[in-house]
């Protein structure tokens, strides 16, 4: 039996079956390539779920890493952690909101955001978009879409959800007892949805007509991944409450809920908190991610290399090719799964968020002509 098969085997005894996994087991990873346990080379345009937006153990994240693991690890939020306030001030320079929480993944950034809500607004009656995804937990599995997620797992608070992309169903469902409206500013897990450039203007506008907070949910598409430091750079919006998780910490779990400086002083002492959240490591790793962002113009590769990646998907003569950076869906007339898996034969790392939906996003240290490979593999399969 090879290495892959025993893992496969001994996983289906000691691990739930929640996942649909493909059948390989990543041993290691460098850039935009990673290696199986049989030693085969990937080109990864997944990169965890857009997590290792600088690529896979990129140097200065393990240096970063390897430094703070010697020094200090963890020492819970009883403490005052200095790299953690460097954070928070770059967060702030970077995004434009006032305060942050930290906590450990996208799901629970959008769980402490209505918390806030509901602390501030003493209302529960919430509104998000048709084909959204916020995370499993059951305060934010309220406000994800796909009514599979949810149905197990009633009651929640369940949002009223309104077609994305459509302001007159915002302007019908938001309305004067309306707690909060939760959006993806480019919708991910949807298939990659990027919105007419007035929608995230006019949702802000309606909110603050009817008195409701709006939360723009900037997991996937913050950090450069849509070719701005934030998806929301792209209308000029303002969000009162914005969450982030994936690619803020380089491949390590962290989770921020920034707020504007109108909600920031809502949670007092007491009210949220979390053991790990903001660790002396998981800190000095975010600050090496965002260094390595800022220093090597990621931000400015994302929209580059998107917008060729887009071109040359084009140029497959597919049904669709959607995206802003490097945040891109391509809808194809065949199973999506089968695609996803004979990419995979042939070394190249994608995946489906729908039947006929592929999703893109590679690392922002994706070169031209690794994106060229892996539209040839793709060329090939489609034909
Ligand atoms: C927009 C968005 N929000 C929230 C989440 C949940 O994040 P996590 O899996 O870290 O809980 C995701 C995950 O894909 C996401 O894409």
Known sequence: MDITSEIMTRESRAIMNTYTRQPICLVRGSGARVWDAEGNEYLDFVAGVAVNSVGHCHPRVVQAIKAQVERLIHTSNLYYIENQVVLAERLRELSGMDKAFFCNSGAESVEAALKLVRKAKGSSDLVAAVGSFHGRTLGALGTTYKPAYREPFRPLNEARFVPYNEIEALKAAVGRDTAALILEPVQGEAGVHVPDEDYLRAARQ????????????????????????FGKDHSGVCPDLMTLAKAVAGGLPMGVMLASEEYSNVLQRGDHASTFAGSPLLCASALAAIGAIEDEGLVERSREMGSYLRDRLEDLGQKEVRGLGLMV??????????????????????????????????????????????VKVLAEILE
């Open 329 to 374: 869906g391509l809808d194809i007339s065949i199973p999506a799964a089968d695609v996803v898996s004979q990419a995979r034969e042939k070394g190249v790392l994608l995946n489906n968020t729908g039947e006929e939906t592929i999703r893109m996003v590679p690392p922002l240290v994706v070169g031209v002509e690794q994106i060229d490979r892996v």
């Open 206 to 229: 309606i909110c603050d007509d009817r008195g409701a907070m709006l939360i723009f949910d900037e997991v996937q598409t913050g950090f450069g991944r849509t070719g701005k430091w």
